[in-house]
């Protein structure tokens, strides 16, 4: 039995949520969404509040139906909050900017970095801190990891992307004799 999927997930004002068929859609102040779901799981809407039951039970539903309950959760969170990740670039000539719908950054290597936002999203570079914000969890989560990936902090002096929150664990380096 899944806790989070037995709790029902409460609609806020402003936002609208439409099951058709298999497709459950959401709309809100901040945008919408949409995404597939599997008849194994039903999804009723009634009163402002959304409730998942299991139709049939076996492994493949008991997994599913907390994993559903949390993409819902995050649909209607998105579309009414949003969702942000802010990446810190530390490093001495290591450079970020924005150029219509691409991010540009300098990160000591011979060549620029370009790479290309998704669209849904709304990425801001100041100095070396960039804001990457947007109404779908995956997609601002994704696109932070594979900016993130192009140059990790590395331990000994603490170069690289991090996130705000992120601790880089330092190490001490060769000891003199």
């Given at each position: 039995m899944s806790r989070i999927g037995k709790k029902g997930i409460q609609i806020p004002e402003k936002t609208e949520a439409v099951i058709t068929g298999g497709l459950f859609k959401v709309k809100g102040p901040k945008g919408s969404l949409?995404?597939?779901?599997?008849?194994?799981?039903s999804i009723t809407i009634l009163d402002k509040e959304i409730t998942l039951a299991v139709v049939k039970e076996n492994?493949?539903?008991?997994?599913?139906?907390?994993?559903y309950a949390s993409h819902i959760k995050n649909m209607i969170q998105g579309v009414t909050e949003g969702f942000e990740k802010k990446l810190i670039l530390e490093g001495v000539g290591f450079k970020s900017q924005?150029?219509?719908?691409?991010?540009?950054?300098?990160?000591?290597?011979?060549?620029p970095v370009e790479i290309e936002i998704p669209t849904g999203l709304e990425v801001k570079s100041?100095?070396?801190?960039?804001?990457?914000?947007?109404?779908?969890?995956?997609?601002?989560?994704?696109?932070a990891a594979k900016v993130r990936d192009l140059k990790k902090p590395?331990?000994?002096?603490?170069?690289?992307?991090?996130?705000?929150d992120e601790i880089v664990r330092r190490k001490q380096g060769k000891k003199s004799v």
């Open positions: 949409e995404r597939n779901f599997l008849p194994e799981i492994g493949l539903t008991k997994a599913l139906w907390g994993t924005v150029n219509g719908n691409k991010l540009v950054l300098a990160l000591g290597f011979s060549h100041e100095k070396n801190n960039i804001t990457i914000a947007g109404v779908d969890k995956e997609l601002v989560g994704s696109f590395e331990p000994y002096k603490g170069k690289g992307f991090h996130y705000h």
